[in-house]
């Protein structure tokens, strides 16, 4: 099992920046993939940023060249992704769910959810 504790988000004007992490404990030799999704209300769940183990990175369109995904893999016993985002828009305003991908038989793993609510 892979234990995920989500942090970051909250209210910023249009224009402004956050920061969001989510730290993985536990069966973290199981993770192949750590990322973040979105779902604003009324709308699907979409990817926003996901990287690879090995260093790939996948980007929405929409946020390419404003987002900025990092993982840092290198503690034995935790795994972190951080989603740094700048130049903040509303359409950004959503509830992120931190994701990890893992070939272990109980399949990817999903956090609790943080908001991120951007004003004009």
């Known amino acids: 099992q892979v234990q995920l504790v989500e942090s970051g988000g909250g209210l910023v004007q249009a224009g402004g920046s956050l920061r969001l992490s989510c730290v993985a404990s536990?069966?973290?030799?199981?993770?192949?993939?750590m990322g973040w999704y979105r779902q604003a209300p009324g709308n699907e769940r979409e990817l926003v940023a996901v990287?690879?183990?090995?260093?790939?990175?996948?980007?929405?369109d929409s946020v390419k060249g404003r987002f900025t995904i990092s993982m840092d893999n290198t503690k034995k016993t935790l795994c972190q992704v951080d989603l740094q985002m700048n130049s903040l828009k509303p359409d950004d305003t959503a509830v992120y769910y931190c994701?990890?991908?893992?070939?272990?038989?109980?399949?990817?793993?999903w956090g609790q959810g943080t908001q991120v609510t951007v004003s004009s």
């Open positions: 994701y990890v991908g893992s070939w272990s038989r109980t399949g990817d793993y």
């Open positions: 536990g069966s973290i030799f199981t993770i192949t993939s």
């Open positions: 990287m690879t183990q090995s260093g790939s990175t996948n980007y929405a």
